[in-house]
C-alpha cells in the first residue's frame, strides 16, 4: 500500500518542487503514516518519568522512584473517589430515593401514591408515602436533608428530634422496607396502617 502510494507520487519528476512538497505533506498526513497517539494515562507516566525524583536514566529502577509513583497514583485515586463522592443523582432519574427531600413537596409524593394505589401499584404507592412522611419531616428540620441517606440514618435522626415518634416511625420505616426491598406482598391494608402511623409521628412537637 505505501510502496503504490510513493510510486505514484515519484511517476511526475517534471512537478513544480511546490506542488511535489504539497503532495508529499498530503501524503505524510494519511492515517497509516500518522503514530500512535499516548492515551492520558501514558501522558501521565511519562510526566512522573521526567520530573519526579528517582526516575530518568535508570527508567524507574530506584526503589525511592516507584514508592513515588505509588504515593502518587494513590493520591489520584483518593481525589477521584471522593469526586465521585459528592456528585448527586439527577433528580429525574429512576432512583428517587437519593432525591434531596427538600426539592420535591410531600403532598406531591402523596398524589403519586394515590395514582399508583389507584392503579394497583401498591408496592410503588407505600415507596411515594414513605418518601411523602419523609419530606414532611425534612420540612420540620427532624429529619437531616441530605441525598442518598438510609432508612436505619433517618431513623436516628428521629429518634434524636422527635423522640416519642420513634416507635411510630420505625414500624413506618419498616412497613417500607418490607414491601420496597423484602419485596413482601402489599396492599390497602399496609396502605391504610402507614397512613395512621404517619399522622402520629407529624402529629409529634
Not at 521526567?50 to 522512584?65: D, E, K, R, T, Y
Not at 392503579?119 to 442518598?148: F, I, N, Q, T
Not at 416511625?169 to 396502617?193: H, K, N, Q
Request: charged share 25%; proline share 7%.
Amino acid at each position: 500500500m505505501r510502496s503504490a502510494v510513493w510510486a505514484d507520487a515519484l511517476r511526475q519528476p517534471t512537478q513544480p518542487p511546490e506542488v511535489s512538497r504539497a503532495k508529499a505533506q498530503q501524503i505524510l498526513g494519511q492515517p497509516q503514516f500518522r503514530g500512535a497517539q499516548p492515551n492520558v494515562v501514558q501522558r501521565a507516566l511519562d510526566w512522573v518519568f521526567q520530573h519526579l525524583p528517582g526516575f530518568g536514566s535508570s527508567a524507574g529502577s530506584n526503589p525511592v522512584g516507584w514508592l513515588i509513583l505509588l504515593a502518587f497514583v494513590a493520591g489520584v485515586g483518593l481525589v477521584a473517589w471522593r469526586v465521585t463522592r459528592t456528585v448527586q443523582h439527577d433528580p429525574a432519574g429512576p432512583d428517587a430515593q437519593e432525591v434531596v427531600e427538600r426539592r420535591r413537596p410531600p403532598a406531591q409524593w402523596v398524589a403519586d401514591a394515590a395514582a399508583f394505589e389507584a392503579d394497583g401499584r401498591w408496592k410503588e404507592g407505600l415507596r411515594c408515602r414513605y418518601r411523602g412522611l419523609v419530606a414532611s419531616l425534612v420540612a420540620r428540620d427532624a429529619v437531616r436533608d441530605l441525598p442518598g441517606r438510609t432508612t436505619g440514618e433517618q431513623r436516628r435522626d428521629v429518634t434524636e428530634t422527635l423522640p416519642g415518634a420513634r416507635a411510630d416511625f420505625d414500624e413506618a420505616a419498616e412497613l417500607f422496607e418490607r414491601a420496597w426491598y423484602g419485596d413482601r406482598s402489599t396492599g390497602p391494608d399496609e396502605s391504610a396502617r402507614f397512613a395512621e402511623l404517619a399522622e402520629k409521628v407529624m402529629a409529634q412537637r
